[in-house]
């Protein structure tokens, strides 16, 4: 992969991909960023992924709702997605009960997730408490620690695409991109798609 400037904004690189990740690496760094502008400590949020122009094609209606350039989009690229948040999620204890909760119509092309978390290096994982509240103290007081925004698509064609920002590195040219960088998230999406 090969990075190229991306037009819509110049200040972050844009990676040059097959044509049929594409769509999805812009997909999901557009949820990402849509995300990023409400700051930090959100909530899970998730979203449907759908095939601009077959959903135009299917309701030409929708043309006067999407913003014009994601219409033109569409036109210019059959596997433009586009992503629309899911609220009233159903009550969760966890991630993977809200994930396995979550099911989707066929009209549905692909899912994606937003979640944040504290990561530690290995090392202080290792050290860690087993006690859960003694475990929630040590990990939100740990020198190390980093918080991470991570967004997370697959499609059911098997595709997935992943976007991690860190809240030490907050500007939309540090966040990392890759097809399987948060592979247990990436399985999980895909269940709900099955």
Do not use: K
């Amino acid at each position: 992969m090969t990075e190229a400037p991306d037009p819509a904004d110049s200040t972050a690189p844009r990676l040059v991909l097959p044509p049929e990740e594409q769509a999805l690496a812009d997909a999901v760094r557009e949820i990402e960023r849509h995300v990023a502008t409400g700051g930090w400590d959100g909530p899970v949020r998730v979203f449907a992924l759908v095939e601009t122009a077959r959903a135009l094609e299917t309701d030409p209606s929708l043309a006067s709702q999407l913003p014009a350039e994601v219409v033109a989009a569409a036109r210019r690229d059959p596997r433009h997605l586009t992503s629309v948040e899911q609220e009233d999620l159903p009550p969760a204890d966890d991630i993977e009960s809200l994930l396995g909760a979550l099911t989707w119509p066929p009209t549905v092309d692909g899912a994606a997730i937003v979640l944040e978390r504290v990561v530690l290096p290995p090392a202080a994982e290792a050290t860690m408490p087993a006690d859960p509240d003694a475990a929630l103290a040590y990990l939100l007081g740990h020198p190390d620690r980093q918080d991470v925004r991570m967004a997370v698509a697959a499609m059911r064609d098997g595709r997935a695409w992943c976007a991690v920002r860190t809240r030490a590195n907050d500007a939309d040219d540090a966040v990392g991109q890759g097809r399987d960088v948060v592979p247990g998230l990436i399985d999980a999406v895909r269940a709900t798609l099955s």
